[in-house]
């Protein structure tokens, strides 16, 4: 399916989820090692790329380069629920100290960072399952 704009939407959603997919291991191989900044970072970047991939389907344009993943979610059309939003927020401390140096986010205790990578499989699930559904 192309656009106006002459992009490939399936390709370009092709790519989002796939991204997703690569940086969830990522994610659990440095939450593994330990190295949980890092691995909250990746975490945040899966949502990114699959709510990127959701902008593609409902815009056909090419997505933002953003890395909010509320402002993504508001173009991708998503109805998310409060829970998911404050849980979207709480990544976002996250990616900012992987772009930001100096900026020192709280870092959780193992069994906490291990409950938002959980929660990170599970927002990734549903919205690869969201996708499916258009």
């Known amino acids: 399916m192309k656009t106006q704009m002459g992009i490939n939407v399936e390709k370009q959603v092709e790519y989002w989820i796939n991204g997703a997919s690569e940086d969830l291991e990522v994610a659990e191989i440095l939450i593994e090692k330990r190295r949980f900044i890092h691995g909250l970072f990746f975490c945040h970047l899966v949502i990114e790329k699959?709510?990127?991939?959701?902008?593609?389907?409902?815009?056909?344009?090419?997505?933002?380069?953003?890395?909010?993943?509320?402002?993504?979610?508001?173009?991708?059309?998503?109805?998310?629920?409060?829970?998911?939003?404050?849980?979207?927020?709480?990544?976002?401390?996250?990616?900012?100290?992987?772009?930001?140096?100096?900026y020192q986010p709280f870092i959780p205790e193992y069994r906490i960072v291990l409950e938002y990578l959980k929660e990170t499989k599970k927002h990734l699930s549903w919205l690869k399952e969201k996708l499916s559904n258009y």
């Open 50 to 102: 699959a709510i990127k991939a959701h902008v593609v389907k409902v815009t056909g344009e090419l997505a933002p380069k953003s890395h909010n993943l509320i402002y993504l979610s508001e173009k991708s059309e998503l109805v998310l629920k409060d829970e998911t939003l404050e849980f979207f927020g709480l990544l976002m401390k996250y990616q900012l100290e992987g772009r930001y140096p100096g």
